[in-house]
């Protein structure tokens, strides 16, 4: 039986090396456009349903750019709504062999929308079509349910888990620091 001390060790080890780990590292489905800057865009169904992108160009760009030209270019559908003023609005995307997690009847869900460097992530301060992208951004887009605060629940790379397996999972976790009775 493992000791409470060695599986605390384990579990500060783990954390501990995931910690700035790349957080998607599959093959390119294709890339758009033309030039010697380059993005590379994630679209995040759920853990594992994954697709990556890469957008190239020259000058000034925004994430909206990229979107839509990875849009024409390829497979990749991407429903949204120009405000205007206020910017275009991303509400879906479609790609052979993406499928949303459903987070049951009731749940929050929608796409959240980051920015980093595929190893450290942040959720976007501003829209899409806000975004200034340069050489070697990552965007990622993940399907998630949100809290009552509308925050996203997910962040990009992670397992969706419903609420009821959170807590089965937790309880087995708890039974590995259980000690067994002689």
Do not use: H
């Not at 865009?41 to 030209?69: K, P």
């Amino acid at each position: 039986m493992v000791s409470k001390r060695v599986m605390s060790l384990i579990f500060v080890i783990v954390i501990a090396a995931n910690a700035n780990a790349v957080t998607y590292n599959g093959d390119i489905e294709y890339t758009a456009g033309s030039g010697s800057n380059e993005a590379t865009i994630a679209i995040d169904f759920d853990f594992g349903n994954s697709f990556l992108f890469t957008y190239c160009w020259e000058g000034e760009v925004t994430g909206w750019d990229a979107l839509s030209a990875i849009d024409l270019s390829g497979a990749l559908e991407v429903y949204a709504v120009d405000y205007g003023e206020y910017g275009i609005f991303v509400s879906d995307f479609d790609y052979p062999g993406g499928s949303e997690y459903d987070y049951g009847e009731g749940a929050n869900t929608g796409w959240a929308y980051y920015i980093g460097d595929n190893e450290s992530w942040a959720l976007s301060g501003s829209g899409v079509s806000s975004r200034c992208l340069g050489n070697g951004d990552w965007d990622s887009w993940v399907w998630t349910n949100y809290d009552e605060s509308w925050s996203p629940i997910r962040s990009p790379g992670e397992q969706a888990v419903p609420e009821p397996a959170t807590i089965m999972l937790l309880g087995l976790g708890g039974l590995c620091f259980r000690k067994r009775k002689v």
